[in-house]
């Protein structure tokens, strides 16, 4: 079964910190580009970071640029999202999404979704 599960979510307070994991099974992840994105309750999904199948390119959305990192280990077969200076904007369901490329901080026409994992900023 192909599929990709995400992990990390929890509550967090502002300023805070938390570190996603996308984890691929039944397929190699380093064959794809890698997507996270989010999406809070009333609102449209939006793109979060992107990055390429070999890690040497990333990009972000302009409201988590310098708090969101991006990276991948692909002999783990896993991606990452590092967040910091959580802010209570950034709460939402987190999804992952592996596509052939990137097209800037989104995932273009992804193949597979995983279930998401949800992030919860409050005091």
């Known amino acids: 079964q192909l599929q990709l599960v995400e992990s990390g979510g929890a509550l967090v307070q502002p300023g805070g910190s938390l570190r996603l994991s996308c984890a691929a099974s039944g397929f190699t992840l380093d064959d794809y580009a890698i997507g996270w994105f989010r999406q809070a309750p009333g609102k449209e999904r939006e793109g979060v970071s992107c990055?390429?199948?070999?890690?040497?390119?990333?990009d972000y959305a302009d409201s988590v640029k310098g708090r969101f990192t991006i990276s991948r280990d692909n002999a783990k077969n896993t991606v990452y999202l590092q967040m910091n200076s959580l802010k209570p904007d950034d709460a939402a369901v987190y999804y992952c999404?592996?596509?052939?490329?990137?097209?800037?901080?989104?995932?273009?026409?992804?193949?597979?979704w995983g279930q998401g994992t949800q992030v919860t900023v409050s005091s």
């Open positions: 990055i390429n199948s070999s890690g040497g390119s990333t």
């Open positions: 999404a592996a596509a052939y490329y990137c097209s800037g901080y989104v995932s273009y026409a992804p193949a597979f």
